[in-house]
């Protein structure tokens, strides 16, 4: 079988958000393999659109080379977290050129794609069509303000970016105009009726999304606009000038190339996968929030250009941490190379394991539960359990445990729990597996409880039963890890050495007897409290290091000239020192300035003025003009635009010899080229005050 994750995107770190599904598709791939299937299991950077081609821009680099930068990122979280890829490629490939090309053309050859004029939203300022994500305005249905231009999050409408009132860009904070384009359409409503059998008969996805996805079937299927209009950073259409594909056309297609490049190195037929007759097994893991692409479109682009289609779509939901969205400011929004810093790996997988169902429901890391839950299962009741009988065995008996094990019932109950283990995991209801494998962890505790080895030892011609109960105790620690092994990779290979012994996953509850058992070591550490709180504080540094530009960006501040430094934050003066803090002042004197979000629609040089630059800020409510002495430090004045400020509304207005400055904005730094912008975090708008 063919295993395959959804693509993160490459233009930011992996969270735990993320890690929930690649933890869920390598616990099913370890488990597949553990029994004997043959599997190969890709992922890879989805790397195209807009986005990427805007942050690349503005950290002053080409988009390769922040898809390459990400790409490492994303690979060393990955291999930290023990996901066991054959294959992490990225969409922008040759591969994924060649098979979007291929399929495009087999779809327009067969009449599946047409063009025709279309009024799309325009920035003026930044001179681009607008994708959706990067149009926001107020809901059209629910009035809510602030919602993207494809859906509102509040009331969960869908429309078209042109039905938002009161639009706005979120690159330039310009007013969007209607420009007209050529597009190319995917006629998706041909595919009616093969998709909805697909999706409520071929058994590919579960009832509850199916029954999600008759919401669409019932609104009427539309034609997919698969394409954008340059700039924009991806593969062109063939036969078309400045149109490229839509990142949603190749991003699937990604899974195809990701395969295709280990299948070149590896010597496996990549054909006998994808061919329409494929006899191979094909399963995504996906988040519901790409519900839509992966169970419609990509299985219509796929039956459109004669591919086999997925054997089966998992979908899983989000992450929430203590109850709540992952926030930034709580430090909940944990990147996964921060918690790796702090926690084992397996800690994430195995509560993850202990909260998955096949059923598409929510998973909230409590981190109170999470602590409790490790220490008491992983250290408690499993790593525990061999640590009791291990030293009796290695001290008394040289290692070597006993021809037969002394409690028989206990024995059978090893091979008791299989059927259920094995459901679990290939139902994906990692829940039940876990419970079945602990509810063993539990009756062996129990009978080493109730047996007392430390006990027998100290009893005067009690070897023999010494030696059978410890071989019992560790022979259920075999069974149990062994079964664990899809979610616990690195104690299963500590407990492979520790009992010398391969562990095969079918032979979990054969018992090992007579056979010779190597030093005990430490094999986990309890969850120290010190290390979450740590974490959470290590996270909420991560927003504070993504909101400062980087030094390299000479990103200044606007700052009215007449005020100098004291305009900015504490700020050094590049050799640790530090200017001394300001006489003190009361809560009333701060509530006097009012700080309000604004974003920069225009800068440039100011003629004849060895410092200034010329600033138009939006606040939302008003533009207004603010010279700023930042020339030093910004050369291009043309790449503040675009950019989000904070700026002092209420300062009186100073008439200057180039014209009126109306306020300062916010800035870090000691001056000269070193100058940083303060920004707000992302979902602020213009107009906001800060409080």
Partial sequence: MLVTSALPYANGPIHLGHMLEHIQSDIFVRYQRAIGNQVYYVCADDCHGTPI??????????????????????????????????????????ENQEFSTEI???????????????????????????????????CPRCGAKDQYGDNCEVCSATYDPTDLKDAYSTISGAKPVLKESVHYFFDLPKFNDFLQDYVKNSG????????????????????????????????????????????????????????????????????????????????????????????????????????????????????????????KSKGTFIQASTYLKHLKPECLRYYFASKLTQDTVDIDLSLEDFQAKINSDIVGKIVNLASRCAGFITKRFDGKLAQSPYDNELMSKLGSIKEAVNAGYESRNYADALRAIMSLADEANRYIDREAPWVIAKEEGQEDKLQRVCTDGLNAFKAIITYLSPVLPE?????????????????????????????????????????????????????????????????????????????????????GEYEPLESEITID????????????????????????????????????????????????????????????????????????????????GPGGEDIFLLSPDAGAKNGDRVH
């Fill in 589 to 668: 004197d701060f509530a006097k300035i009012d700080l309000r979000v604004a974003t920069i629609i225009k800068a440039e040089q100011v003629e004849g003025a060895k410092k200034l630059l010329r600033l138009e800020l939006d606040l939302g409510f008003e533009q207004r003009q603010v010279f700023a002495g930042i020339k030093s430090a910004y050369k291009d004045p043309v790449s503040l635009i675009g950019k989000q400020v904070i700026v002092v509304a209420n300062l009186k207005a100073r008439q200057m010899k180039f014209g009126l400055s109306q306020g300062m904005v916010m800035a870090a």
């Fill in 104 to 138: 495009y053309k087999k779809l327009r050859d067969q009449g599946y794609i047409s063009t025709r004029t279309i009024s799309q939203l325009f920035d003026p300022e930044k001179n681009m069509f607008l994708p959706d994500r990067f149009v926001k305005g107020t």
């Fill in 204 to 327: 590919a996805i579960n009832k509850s999304m199916a029954n999600k996805l008759d919401e669409w079937f019932s609104q009427g299927l539309k034609e997919w606009d698969i394409s954008r209009d340059a700039p924009y950073f991806g593969f062109q259409i063939p036969d078309a000038d400045n149109k490229y594909f839509y990142v949603w056309l190749d991003a699937p297609i990604g899974y195809m190339a990701s395969f295709k490049n280990y299948c070149d190195k590896a010597g496996v037929n990549f054909d006998e996968f994808f061919k329409a007759d494929s006899t191979k097994e094909l399963y995504h893991f996906i988040g519901k929030d790409i519900l839509y692409f992966h169970s419609l479109f990509w299985p219509a682009t796929l039956k459109g250009a004669n591919l086999r289609l997925p054997s089966g779509i998992f979908v899983h939901g989000y992450v929430t941490v203590n109850g709540t969205k992952m926030s």
């Fill in 491 to 575: 104690i299963y290979h500590k407990a492979q050495e520790f009992l010398n012994d391969p562990l095969a996953f079918n032979d979990a509850a054969t018992p090992l007897l007579g056979h010779t058992i190597n030093k005990f070591s430490p094999m986990f550490t309890r969850i120290d409290p010190k290390n979450i709180e740590a974490m959470i504080e290590d996270s909420k540094q991560d927003l504070a290091a993504a909101a400062a530009p980087a030094k390299d960006e000479k990103a200044p501040a606007a700052q009215n000239p007449d005020h100098g430094a004291k305009g900015n934050a504490q700020a050094s003066d590049g050799n």
């Fill in 53 to 94: 081609m805007i942050k690349a821009n503005n950290m002053g680099i080409t988009p390769e080379e922040l898809i390459t930068k990400v790409g490492v990122d994303h690979k060393a979280d990955f291999d930290g977290f023990l996901i066991s890829y054959d294959n992490y490629y990225r969409t922008h490939s040759p």
